[in-house]
């Protein structure tokens, strides 16, 4: 699921005005959390892309990093 996930990070880094409605109601520590982690994978996205790295080796590198903000979203916010 998280190279599934690591395609999407081949375009800007932007949140929809849909998504932005959605995540009001999540904690404010979340949406900084996901909002570095779009910054950061679209960046490397393209500097790996830049490099002329094969597609499936630049998603697996962002899919990689990605679960390293999943797990920080996980031990930082608390969900009832």
């Known amino acids: 699921m998280l190279v599934q996930a690591a395609w999407n ?9 849909i998504l932005q409605i959605r995540q009001e109601a999540q904690p404010k520590a979340m949406r900084d959390i996901t909002w570095r982690a779009q910054l950061r994978l679209t960046h490397r996205y393209r500097r790996l892309s830049s490099r002329k790295l094969h597609q499936n080796k630049i998603c697996i590198a962002i899919a990689r990093e990605l679960a390293g903000f999943v797990w920080d979203i996980a031990r930082q916010v608390k969900v009832a």
């Open 9 to 17: 990070y081949r375009f800007p880094a932007r949140i929809s005005r």
